[in-house]
């Protein structure tokens, strides 16, 4: 909750995958709070009562939606889905307007990437915003696994990173009414 809010406000990009992260986090506690009380919520040593009061109620919070979205086993919640529309919205402004040729040419060195990408999808297509942001979460879940990575795929991750954080830059320009209309 702490760390989210940080996030959202500095790294759209960041966000989106740390969020992504916390519904595994959900899914793999069985969607049980007290679980995530335990393994969570209790690791966090230093914070004040009103805190774990609240990162509990946000936590139960997402639980409760996660169950009437029906994401309990897979997908995301709407909240995360709106973040990756915002996106797609704000690249689609950036490509159209030729005062960001330079973010036309990031996303251009990264299209092939993302084609190779969509082809492996098989019949779980994504957009292309969203595609990155699949490809950086996999990467992230074969870390956390502790699975070797081949440099290839690293090559691959760096682009993406690097086009999602000119993306997330705009972002943040246009969420504080600072980008060039």
Not at 141 to 155: A, D, P, V
Not at 158 to 169: D, E, G, P, V, Y
Request: glycine share 4%.
């Amino acid at each position: 909750m702490i760390t989210a809010s940080a996030k959202k406000r500095e790294n759209i990009a960041e966000y989106l995958l740390y969020m992504w992260q916390i519904e595994d986090l959900i899914r793999a506690n069985g969607l049980d709070i007290d679980k995530i009380q335990t393994n969570i919520i209790d690791q966090y040593k230093d914070l004040t009562d009103q805190q774990r009061k609240e990162m509990r109620e946000w936590y139960e919070s997402l639980i409760d939606m996660m169950r009437r979205e029906g994401v309990t086993e897979k997908g995301h919640l709407q909240i995360n889905k709106n973040v990756i529309i915002a996106l797609d919205d704000l690249h689609r402004r950036l490509m159209a307007d030729s005062k960001y040729a330079s973010y036309a040419a990031q996303f251009y060195h990264t299209l092939p990437l993302i084609v190779e990408l969509r082809a492996k999808a098989g019949e779980n297509k994504a957009d292309e915003i969203e595609t990155c942001f699949n490809a950086l979460y996999g990467l992230l879940m074969l870390r956390l696994q502790g699975k070797e990575i081949s440099e290839e795929t690293m090559q691959a991750s760096r682009q993406i990173s690097k086009f999602l954080a000119l993306l997330s830059h705009y972002y943040k320009l246009d969420y504080n009414n600072e980008l060039e209309a």
